[in-house]
């Protein structure tokens, strides 16, 4: 399969949780696409990069997609901060985020193929001064080939928008 586009919904009860199967990212113009907007309320994806869960991942200002690799557990509201940490994900206060989490060591093609899981990230409050995220898995990634954390946030066709 190639050139599919995957549109999750606005919610993650709305969406649930997906299991897409011969995700392709292989070759600009026939890459799968990936849709988040609608839960981000953006329309735009701005990525925000891959990174080593150790190191931690920044999704400062605008960026709101970004990609975890090393993280062989789940992702939960305490790998959340609004300030940059090694071994957190940052997120703005009062805002969303979309995260790519697999377990692969170095996030390389390597012939270790783990999948990719799909976690909407939102600080549920209005506070200005406190943090109240959610992080909720909404989609599973596998692929016959092993993805590659760089290649899917390279930029060139993978998050649509």
């Known amino acids: 399969d190639s ?3 995957y549109v999750f919904e606005a919610t993650a009860a ?4 997906d299991i897409i199967n011969n995700f392709n990212n ?4 026939t890459d799968d696409q990936l849709d988040f907007r609608a839960f981000l309320g953006t329309a735009t994806m701005t990525i925000g990069g891959a990174a080593n869960i150790t190191a931690g991942l920044d999704l400062l200002g605008a960026a709101n997609v970004g990609v975890v690799f090393n993280k062989a557990t789940a992702l939960v509201a305490a ?6 940490l090694a071994g957190k994900v940052r997120v703005e206060d ?16 390597d012939g270790t193929n783990d999948s990719y899981k799909v976690y909407f990230i939102q600080d549920t ?3 200005t001064t406190a943090q109240t995220y959610t992080v909720t898995l909404v989609g599973t990634i596998n692929s016959v080939a092993e ?11 993978v998050f649509l928008g």
């Open 79 to 84: 790998d959340i901060s609004a300030t940059t």
């Open 147 to 157: 993805l590659n954390a760089l290649d899917l946030v390279d930029g060139t066709d």
């Open 94 to 109: 009062n805002s969303k985020a979309v995260v790519l989490v697999t377990g692969d060591a170095n996030g390389v093609a």
């Open 3 to 5: 050139d599919d586009i």
């Open 125 to 127: 409050n209005s506070s």
């Open 26 to 29: 292989d070759g600009v113009g």
């Open 14 to 17: 709305l969406n649930g949780n």
